[in-house]
């Protein structure tokens, strides 16, 4: 008998400033930016990653991008994203 609990779906938001000011906790998926993710820990840090697949990689990498309140917006973060990918 399976007792896992059901899998939550991701929460694919486009992450503007009001949002991420008011998101609650867990991963958070950016539909304008592919690959990044506002992470909100249950203490309330926020925290932004990319996820992506490597090459040879058979499962998800992270990248963090920064976790200080200073944190930069998510419009400042493309950057970060087009390097990436």
């Given at each position: 008998?399976?007792?896992?609990?059901?899998r939550q779906?991701?929460?694919?938001v486009k992450l503007t400033l009001p949002y991420?000011?008011?998101?609650?906790r867990g991963l958070h998926w950016d539909t304008v930016r592919r690959g990044l993710v506002?992470?909100?820990?249950?203490t309330g840090q926020h925290s932004y990653k990319v996820i992506y697949e490597g090459v040879a990689a058979k499962s998800p990498r992270e990248h963090a991008l920064c976790f200080s309140p200073s944190c930069p917006t998510?419009?400042?973060?493309d950057?970060?994203?087009r390097l990436t990918f």
């Open positions: 008998m399976d007792t896992k609990p059901p779906l991701p929460r694919k991420v000011r008011n998101a609650k506002l992470q909100v820990q249950p998510p419009g400042t973060l950057v970060y994203v």
